[in-house]
């Protein structure tokens, strides 16, 4: 079996953009330097701990699963911006929603 590659630091880097965070400003968040998160967007990634990505899906205001499988979704083909972040905050926003849903049901059982 052929194993698949997610561009995992691609998919952030949409996300951080998205967003209108500068690179700086995440690594700061992360505690590491510039240098270093630039890897992370530029590398392909194959070990990636799920606690640091768990960390920048907090700061890019996401979750794991879409920092995941954000490279399989379609951005508007005439690439305005307005267009994209209003895709991507739709995402955000169902992603949001399930959570809430989520906590709703474990408090309730």
């Known amino acids: ?10 998919n952030i880097r949409i996300a ?9 400003y995440v690594a700061g968040r992360l505690g590491i330097s510039k240098q270093r ?12 701990t799920i606690g ?10 996401t979750d794991i699963e879409t920092l995941v499988s954000l490279h399989k979704v379609r951005f508007s083909q005439m690439h305005h911006p307005l267009a994209d972040n209003q895709v ?9 929603e399930l959570i809430l849903a989520l906590q709703e049901k474990i408090s309730s059982d």
Do not use: C, D, F, W
């Open 52 to 61: 640091r990505l768990s960390e920048i899906a907090v700061i890019l205001e």
């Open 88 to 96: 991507l905050h739709q995402l955000i926003q169902t992603q949001q």
């Open 37 to 48: 998160y630039r890897q992370l967007e530029n590398e392909e990634q194959q070990s990636i």
């Open 1 to 10: 079996m052929k194993e698949t590659k997610i561009p995992i630091g691609n």
């Open 16 to 24: 951080r953009s998205r967003l209108g965070y500068s690179q700086e």
